[in-house]
């Protein structure tokens, strides 16, 4: 059961206290002021989408239609026709009139998601959109006038798929008259706990139970994620949690570990990265009473790999083995 849409964490995954965040929010709005046409860059999951619908919320078209198209998901023919539309007979199965995704944002906004898939025929036809403000549909000669405005998102660096001819120059420079890049999600560890808390708070809102909280041990494995799904990971990995759990605390228990201990944080510190034995991280701080049980936690997670788990928690591998002997903890499994 999918019980947390993509819609009700848009306030979470755009507002926030990062300054990469609040910049990019700070320019969203004055973007959104005007007509100029926007590009959303960014890994998947980070939240394109919600950031688009922020433009259009804040912009004066806001009180027009919003339509949205996923390049991705369809297929040239089908793109095309749900992109321009199509006259009755235009193609085989085409039994009466139906207008275009872009006639029926007349007025409004356009967002079209994973715009880097667009087939090379098909944003030549959109290029030509962008130029005359017309739009013709397919089977038909007679153009008609639209009133858009448009918003691209994609997760391709656009400039090396035009180098490679992948992707139309002339296209690309009219789609991005701004460029708003979200950064993923690994790269603002400090918004973790903000998300996290806010996707348990409208999970357990909707199912109507009790919040349960999230230790600092699980909160520490948390961050030491990579996140490579990013928000919509994370948001994942929350619901799981809240609808395993039966308790007034999450633990790992709860949390899918086989693939949380596999992939660290590259942002975070490392054995190689660290200092001498005695320099702990903030992560995990010496004599804290819970820490203990977090080196069980990341031994349990990483299968008794000693490396592997000092990673995962960002200390160096010679201050992990000398808190497994400070806490007379077995050492499992010897590694290099």
Not at 243 to 272: R, W, Y
Not at 279 to 307: F, H, M, T, Y
């Amino acid at each position: 059961m999918n019980t947390l849409r993509d819609e009700d964490i848009s306030a979470a995954t755009v507002a926030g206290t990062d300054q990469a965040m609040l910049r990019i929010q700070q320019l969203a709005e004055r973007a959104a002021a005007g007509t100029i046409n926007v590009l959303i860059m960014g890994e998947t999951g980070v939240g394109k989408e919600l950031l688009a619908e922020t433009v259009h919320r804040l912009s004066p078209r806001r009180a027009g239609p919003y339509v949205c198209l996923n390049c991705a998901a369809l297929s040239e023919t089908l793109l095309e026709s749900e992109l321009f539309g199509h006259e009755r007979g235009a193609f085989t199965g085409a039994v009466a009139a139906k207008p275009g995704l872009m006639e029926t944002a007349h007025g409004g906004t356009l967002f079209m998601d994973e715009v880097g898939e667009l087939p090379l025929t098909t944003q030549a036809k959109l290029l030509r959109v962008l130029e005359t403000r017309e739009v013709a549909r397919l089977g038909s000669v007679k153009p008609r006038k639209i009133d858009l405005r448009f918003l691209a998102a994609t997760n391709r660096n656009l400039e090396a798929e035009v180098e490679r001819g992948a992707f139309r120059r002339d296209l690309y420079f009219r789609l991005n008259g701004i460029t708003l890049t979200i950064p993923p999600l690994r790269a603002r560890t400090g918004e973790i706990k903000r998300l996290a808390d806010t996707f348990v708070q409208q999970i357990c809102r909707e199912l109507g139970r009790p919040e349960p909280a999230i230790p600092s041990r699980v909160l520490a494995i948390l961050e030491a994620y990579a996140w490579p799904g990013n928000i919509r990971e994370l948001k994942n990995v929350m619901e799981r949690a809240v609808l395993l759990c039966a308790g007034p605390v999450i633990d790992t228990d709860h949390l899918p570990m086989e693939k949380l201990g596999a992939q660290s944080n590259p942002g975070l510190p490392t054995a190689s990265a660290a200092g001498s034995s005695d320099s702990i991280p903030k992560l995990v701080p010496a004599g804290e009473p819970d820490e203990r049980q977090r080196i069980i936690d990341a031994l349990a997670a990483c299968a008794g790999n000693q490396s592997r788990a000092a990673k995962m928690l960002g200390i160096p591998r010679r201050t992990f083995v000398a808190r497994l002997d400070q806490y007379r903890i077995p050492r499992p499994k010897k590694d290099l």
